[in-house]
């Protein structure tokens, strides 16, 4: 039977406290899934139908936000999950965050894929799938928007900035998930049968104690990066028209050159 694991992050959504480190202060009322982190639930499931593999979900951080990601994780078809909450994981960067992973995926798998999503909408960082194969020796495609299992390979379709490349590698391997994943259905509202089933699901609960992680390599101990400050990014836009190509043309190199309009527009 096929096992996937699939890495979920319950992310800053709303209203967020910002804390005088600079980080998110995190709690069920304030947090969501990570889009990508859905799609990449949907696909495992696609690839392991239930009763025909399993999928297991892995999320990292406080308890309140992470119980709430789980069970609704059970709820849209995992069949088992690991809650990792430990306070000495506070402030990890996201090379200590795989690390944690890292281990727990060694520990509780073993595994013929993983999945995540290739970006979470609070950091933007999409350094995870990355990291996460480093540390495990695997081979590792983010920005996936399509894949095919073999008995001992996946085929993989990626989305780059230039282009749409397909390719092979060995399993076991880490896929980052993008939200333009083909083929996946709709997300609807979970069946009863599938609400009953998740009842029966209990996330198993994780922490430094099960996965022995030397205190130095996790939580801010363990980050080389971390956040100096938070700012809101301020959204605008802004309409110009000019009347003449060569208007267009003087505006951009303006522009370019950051010495601001020069004039030709109505």
Same mark, same amino acid.
């Given at each position: ?40 639930? &949907?696909? =495992? $499931? ?8 399993? @999928?297991?979900?892995? /999320?990292? %951080?406080?308890? +309140? ?95 780059? &900035?230039? =282009? $749409? ?8 391997? @880490?896929?980052?998930? /993008?939200? %333009?994943?083909? +083929? ?83």
């Amino acid at each position: 039977m096929r096992r996937i694991a699939v890495c979920m992050k319950s992310v800053a959504a709303g209203n967020a406290e910002v804390q005088a480190d600079g980080g998110l202060r995190r709690t069920a009322e304030t947090s969501a899934m990570n889009p990508a982190d859905l799609c990449a639930l &949907e696909a =495992a $499931r696609l690839l392991a139908p239930i009763g025909e593999g399993e @999928v297991c979900v892995f /999320s990292m %951080g406080p308890a +309140g936000p992470v119980q709430n990601l789980l069970q609704e994780a059970a709820r849209l078809g995992a069949d088992c999950l690991y809650q990792i909450s430990d306070g000495r994981y506070a402030g990890s960067d996201t090379l200590a965050t795989a690390r944690v992973l890292q281990r727990a995926l060694e520990v509780y798998g073993p595994f013929d894929l993983v999945l995540c999503g290739e970006r979470a909408v609070d950091g933007e960082t999409g350094q995870v799938p990355g990291m996460l194969s480093a540390l495990l020796g695997w081979p590792c495609v983010n920005g996936v928007v399509a894949v095919r299992l073999g008995d001992r390979e996946a085929v993989c379709s990626s989305l780059t &900035e230039t =282009a $749409r490349e397909t390719l092979r590698m060995p399993l076991p391997a @880490v896929l980052g998930i /993008s939200c %333009g994943m083909e +083929g996946l259905p709709p997300v609807a509202v979970p069946s009863l049968q599938m609400l009953r089933r998740a009842q029966s699901i209990r996330p198993q609960l994780v922490s430094n104690d099960d996965l022995q992680l030397p205190p130095d390599r996790v939580g801010r101990a363990g980050s080389p990066t971390s956040v100096i400050r938070t700012t809101a990014a301020a959204w605008g836009r802004a309409c110009l028209r000019l009347t003449t190509p060569e208007a267009g043309v003087a505006e951009t190199m303006a522009s370019l050159n950051g010495i601001g309009p020069t004039g030709g527009a109505e």
